[in-house]
């Protein structure tokens, strides 16, 4: 009895010493603290740990040797876990190029930047991504009523700016949403313009996916998709 | 003795746990800076956040440090404070990487007091590699304040 005592406490000094590793490797990482309702992320895990850990132990049924048998059996897993992570962690940590983490190295996206074939295929996502925006649009029943009304309102809105009322192209709204077709000539103008439009359209439209087309003279049309809906195309 | 142990195989579990996901970024408000060059002397800042000591509003522009995982997408908490009936504008903005404009998200704040509001971008808007900010636009005369803005990720 004595003896399994010790094996365990011993087991338990050995996750408790690599918990502490990963704590200190986790420190120099980041010191961020948690708010109370960010807590709310974090906590299935926590709690999964929880339960996992403290359910076993609370069934006091009277069987000793079977708790400890349990326990052991439980501490072998844990060490084999513990183990395993361990590796991933060294892994992860001697294939970085310097001594700072990138948070997004788990990312299946994480070659972007200098894979170009990755970088076609996130921009050709995109290009699909925003098909399914404009194919939304386009299946969005029209009311003429609705419309009329609502693009003299964007119209409005568009030419409080010097910009936007110059370089707007096209303003088409059906029932529910706005499709607005804006020129950037690459000036830096309509980018500065761009967060204070969404501002104003705060109240009527707060959504807005935006897409560029490269007219191939210098010049982008930025596409502007203006909704009020709750929520947005996953 | 069972106690014990389970303590121990759950702080040490904890530990592990909490390295595989991203952690959230609370920000200050006091990061936030004016959006408008010639603004800069009308933004002021406090301990708790930043405000504006013009009589009119002014926009002012909070950079947003984001960790995605694989599990990509944009949430934020914005607090902040209007003393009196004051109105607050704020919009998560998403550009990509080439500065290309992705998305945005606004809510339109009216009323006194403390306000905690929450703005979302789905994940096509915010892809690995895009980059938040937010833009509010803050009542004159330091009627209102931005305390802080908080990532959930």
Partial sequence: MTLLRSALAGGAILIIGVGVFYGVLQNQATDQAVKSRSVETSKPSLNSSLSVAITPM???????IDDI???????????????????????QTQSQPSASIDATSDNPDKNLRIDPLARAE?????????AAVESDFRKERSDPKWSSRTTSLVQNILNIDDVTRAETRSVECRSQSCRIEIVDDGSGELSKTMPLLAQRFASS?????????????????????????????? | ???????????????????AQATNANHSGTICKNYNASQVTDIDYLASGTRNINASPRSIICPLVRAPTSTNSAAVYVDGYHS???TTTCTLYSYNYNGTYLGSVSFTQTGSGAFDRYLSLPAPQAPTYATLSVLCTIPGGGAGIIYDIDVIQ
């Avoid at chain 1, 439209?205 to 195309?233: C, H, M, W």
């Avoid at chain 2, 003795?1 to 390295?19: F, H, N, P, Y």
């Fill in chain 1, 58 to 64: 609370g069934s006091d049924n009277g069987k000793p």
């Fill in chain 1, 205 to 234: 439209f707060p959504n807005i996916s935006a897409d560029q087309i490269d007219q191939g003279n210098g010049k982008v049309t930025t596409v502007l998709y203006i909704s009020n809906e709750t929520s947005q195309r996953k």
């Fill in chain 2, 84 to 86: 009196g009936s004051q």
């Fill in chain 2, 1 to 19: 003795m069972k106690l014990l142990l389970s303590l121990v195989v759950t702080i040490g579990l904890s530990c592990l746990t909490l390295t």
């Fill in chain 1, 122 to 130: 996130a921009e050709n996502n995109r290009k699909k991504q925003m």
């Fill in chain 1, 69 to 91: 048998t349990a326990l052991r059996g439980e501490v072998f897993l844990l060490r084999a876990e513990v183990s395993s992570l361990r590796r991933q962690m060294l892994t």
